[in-house]
């Protein structure tokens, strides 16, 4: 496991460059391995007929700011890898990067990325190619392997320091923290993703279905959050641990930014509002029903127009 930083940086992640690394694994593995020929476009040698190699891995370049000591990463792009003679093509880069200047001259390349379970020797050539660009580059690492088991994000921030092993000054990778910091375009975007109708055909009452336990799991995150620091505010009381005025401050600004929930005039808006939500629900209902009414009573008006015409007896309806 790589040391820890000790830059001071703060790391903050988009959720929109994790999107972009996936969907690149994603799409170039399926080019690969399709179903009768083997086609790799991007920075995967093209082969025809070529086996489908299970270790490969995908390489960009990530984009975004510096604000002091603060490092947000906003997005990324591919890049075209050799990897017989671990090298990058960098007409292309230069071009690229050109042409995100252009449409963002606020943002600039901040390091790479690419795929795989752990940091490579090898990773260390494309980091240092890139530190004519960016003097100090940062390295993001997606492991596109499936653990259930695990519960953080498979993402991994390395930075680059020197450090003296058997008297010899080298570059390694260090894990640098991050957290995940969203936009509002970007927090639609992800919830649309995660709200798409599945490909084996998944009914509505599915979707439904999962969208729920979602709300319920959440939910009880967040009351089992509430408990402990309930339980901790209570132990602090009786003077089982020692007060934090810095935590109670921060607990007494939270309260005091949640609505008054007893107050008379939340419970008439919340009334109100949940009376237009039943009525709403009621006419959608009385609407549906309506327009399946109509339905049979064409269709049933229909039938007995053939039957008219074609010589039956005529049965009066409705």
């Known amino acids: 496991m790589a040391p820890s930083s000790s830059s001071g940086l703060t790391f903050k992640l988009h959720p929109l460059v994790m999107l972009n690394i996936s969907d690149h694994f994603t799409r170039v593995k399926t080019q690969l391995n399709p179903p009768s020929s083997s086609c790799a476009t991007g920075n995967i040698p093209a082969a025809v007929g070529a086996t489908f190699p299970q ?20 997005n990324s792009f591919e890049l075209v890898f050799d990897p017989t003679t671990d090298s990058l093509d960098r007409a292309f880069l230069e071009k690229k990067q050109e042409l995100y200047q252009k449409v963002f001259p606020g943002f600039y390349i901040l390091g790479w990325y690419s795929t795989g379970s752990e940091a490579h020797e090898s990773d260390m050539h494309i980091h240092k190619a890139l530190m004519d660009i960016n003097e100090s580059p940062v390295y993001v690492l997606l492991n596109p392997a499936i653990n259930h088991a695990q519960k953080d994000l498979p993402v991994t921030v390395y930075e680059s320091e020197f450090h003296v092993i058997d008297g010899i000054p080298q570059s390694i990778f260090v894990d640098a923290s991050y957290t995940i910091e969203t936009v509002e375009a970007e927090r639609i975007s992800v919830d649309h993703v995660a709200h798409l109708k599945p490909s084996d055909g998944g009914s509505a009452a599915t979707q439904l279905a999962a969208h729920l336990t979602g709300i319920h799991s959440a939910i009880k995150m967040l009351n089992s959050r509430i408990r402990v620091l309930f339980q901790y505010l209570v132990a602090m009381q009786k003077g089982d641990i020692p007060c934090d005025d810095s935590l109670l401050r921060q607990g007494a600004s939270l309260l005091r930014s949640l609505p008054a929930a007893h107050s008379e005039k939340f419970n008439d808006n919340f009334l109100m509002e949940y009376n237009d939500k039943l009525l709403m629900s ?18 049933v008006k229909t039938a007995y127009a053939k039957k008219s015409r074609t010589g039956g007896s005529r049965i009066p309806f409705m």
């Open 55 to 74: 270790n490969f891995r995908v390489y960009g370049c990530v984009i975004g700011a510096q604000r002091g000591r603060t490092v947000e990463i906003f």
């Open 282 to 299: 009621y006419l959608a209902m009385i609407t549906k029903c309506t327009s399946n009414m109509n339905e049979v009573v064409d269709k």
